[in-house]
């Protein structure tokens, strides 16, 4: 069993069909439906459902593509660590970052870390809350930024880092800007647009809750985006009212938005550094400190 032919199998579980994950790996559809046949011959089971024009994966297909994903993170994660070692570095961190996050806050952190400790590479991967606590458990990752904050503590050492604040993007000329401040009934009289996406599980329970805040009617309509640029986008051109976090939706201002505070007293999203109890290595114990000092100031 090679590495490669490893590497093409989980492509061609993503794209669910021969020709497009050919395609991707650069190859002829012919030997890669060659390879996956001898990866099934080799392991004695049937890896994928074969119908026309499309192909998914069989229970035994699924149980391997996890087990898959896994070996070749460890394996790109030794890679890399070897060419840091070479590079000079001497510690290592493997860090997440769900629901989207990428605050100026994290940027001033690895700034810090960067300054602080050049010595420690840091990896930062982007995963849903589903894919981080897994890596948690197999020590794929030594520790994740969240806003989640449904988590086992017999399991898990769970830090709050900073706070945030939910914003309005408001339409240039809008009624509403008239006032400094705006409450959320007279917002949701007006067409609302929300960032939705399935790798930001925690800042969407908290949207959730703001948006079915203290029996406030429902909003008019609600239309859902999947980025913070899109959303502005859409403010922009009049479609509705955007609700974000002010550290995401702040580094992408436009000049037809003007954003405004909300009235309502509102609960201040947090940020959460998540690791197992296993993992108390020195470096990620600075990495923590480092990062409330910045939520502290």
């Known amino acids: 069993m090679k590495i490669r032919q490893l590497q093409y199998f989980l492509i061609v579980a993503e794209e669910q069909n021969f020709t497009r994950?050919?395609?991707?790996?650069?190859?002829?559809?012919?030997?890669?439906?060659?390879?996956?046949?001898?990866?099934?011959?080799?392991?004695?089971?049937?890896l994928f459902e074969r119908s026309k024009g499309r192909i998914r994966l069989t229970r035994s297909g699924e149980v391997f593509y996890e087990e898959t994903r896994r070996l070749l993170f460890f394996l790109n994660n030794a890679r890399a660590r070897a060419q840091a070692a070479a590079n000079g570095f001497r510690g290592h961190l493997r860090i997440a970052l769900t629901?989207?996050?990428?605050?100026?806050?994290?940027?001033?952190?690895?700034?810090?870390?960067?300054?602080?400790?050049?010595?420690?590479?840091?990896?930062?991967?982007?995963?849903?809350?589903?894919?981080?606590?897994?890596?948690?458990?197999?020590?794929?990752i030594d520790a994740g930024l969240t806003l989640h904050t449904e988590f086992e503590t017999e399991q898990y050492v769970i830090d709050n880092v900073w706070t945030d604040n939910f914003v309005l993007a408001v339409p240039a000329r809008h009624p509403l800007l008239c006032r400094d401040t705006l409450p959320l009934g007279e917002v949701f009289q007006h067409p609302l647009i929300i960032i939705d996406s399935e790798r930001d599980e925690g800042r969407n329970n908290i949207l959730n809750k703001l948006v079915n805040n203290k029996g406030l009617a429902s909003p008019v309509t609600v239309e859902y985006t999947t980025n913070h640029e899109t959303m502005m986008m859409l403010v922009s051109a009049g479609y509705g009212i955007g609700l974000a976090l002010e550290s995401q939706i702040s580094l992408y201002r436009h000049p037809n938005v003007v954003l405004r505070k909300i009235r309502d007293n509102t609960e201040q999203p947090t940020t959460f550094i998540v690791r197992s109890k296993r993992n108390n290595s020195e470096e990620l114990e600075r990495f923590i400190l480092r990062a409330k000092r910045i939520g502290e100031t």
Do not use: F
Request: aromatic fraction near 0%; charged fraction near 25%; charge should be negative.
């Open 99 to 140: 629901d989207g996050l990428a605050q100026p806050h994290i940027t001033e952190l690895l700034a810090t870390c960067r300054a602080e400790e050049p010595l420690t590479e840091i990896r930062i991967l982007e995963m849903a809350v589903s894919e981080m606590v897994p890596a948690l458990n197999s020590d794929q």
């Open 21 to 46: 994950a050919a395609s991707r790996v650069h190859i002829q559809q012919s030997p890669l439906s060659r390879a996956m046949r001898d990866l099934e011959h080799e392991l004695g089971v049937a």
